[in-house]
């Protein structure tokens, strides 16, 4: 195999074949790990900005300290990773619904693993974010219908481009009306989009909750050598200020 490129690891999964890859980027002189479902490039080590961002901008809407916080998508951890750095933050439940990205971080085949199982307030739980977000018992298989203070996603590409056409239904307004219970007053919903801010998708928000609005993340992508622009949604439910942990 040429040491310009490898595939870590590939496992079928019930919506498509799951590969782990490292390539060399000759342009940039650095290597790369890419995650690609069937033909779909799902998030590459490249490009992460945004998905720090979600992070970042979800927890800065908070304030007080042991705060509990979801990431729907683990992925290469970088979301769950910034999450982590904020000594706010008390514990965090991530939650995905392919097993092989699990094993990747557990067994420490992609860098962010050992940082992110050797923190004792971050577990890392496999199951369908959108069945849990329908559902009564919620996102902590120990504590059934536990709320949280934050819920930060970043699953599909958009809320109109789905990784499998059954998420469809947690983007409507009866949906986000039922995801919007698993959290704590004055909690904060951050949602990744691939794409510029759409009002509509905003406005759907605003009807679910209190407060809705949508940040625009801008970086530089250097193989095109311009600039990229996506989407962090942001809502809060309502009653007053932000909650402290019990």
Not at 53 to 63: I, Q, R, V
Not at 214 to 228: C, G, I, M, R, S
């Amino acid at each position: 195999m040429s040491l310009l490129f490898e595939e870590l690891d590939y496992r079928p999964t019930p919506i498509g074949a799951l590969s782990l890859r490292r390539r060399r980027e000759l342009k940039l002189g650095v290597d790369i790990l890419e995650i690609k479902l069937g033909e779909e490039h799902l998030m590459s080590s490249l490009f992460t900005a945004s998905e720090i961002a979600l992070a970042k901008l979800g927890l800065a809407e908070l304030s007080g300290a042991g705060l509990d916080v979801v990431v729907g998508g683990l992925g290469l951890g970088y979301t769950a990773a910034a999450v982590l750095e904020s000594l706010s933050v008390g514990s965090l439940v991530v939650i995905e619904t392919l097993e092989p990205v699990i094993d990747w971080h557990v067994s420490g085949l992609l860098p962010l693993g050992p940082q992110l199982t050797g923190d004792p307030r971050c577990r890392l739980v496999l199951g369908d974010f959108f069945a849990l977000a329908a559902s009564q018992a919620g996102f902590d298989p120990d504590a059934p219908s536990r709320q949280f203070d934050a819920i930060l996603v970043d699953i599909d590409h958009s809320p109109e481009f789905f990784l499998d056409p059954a998420n469809a239904g947690f983007y409507t307004p009866d949906g986000l009306a039922r995801f919007a219970t698993h959290m704590k007053p004055g909690g904060v919903f951050g949602l990744w989009s691939n794409e510029l801010p759409d009002e509509t998708f905003t406005a759907r928000l605003a009807g679910a909750f209190a407060e809705a609005r949508a940040e625009e993340v801008t970086f530089h992508n250097p193989l095109q050598d311009k600039d990229f622009t996506q989407t962090v949604y942001l809502a809060r439910t309502a009653s007053g200020s932000p909650t402290r942990a019990a």
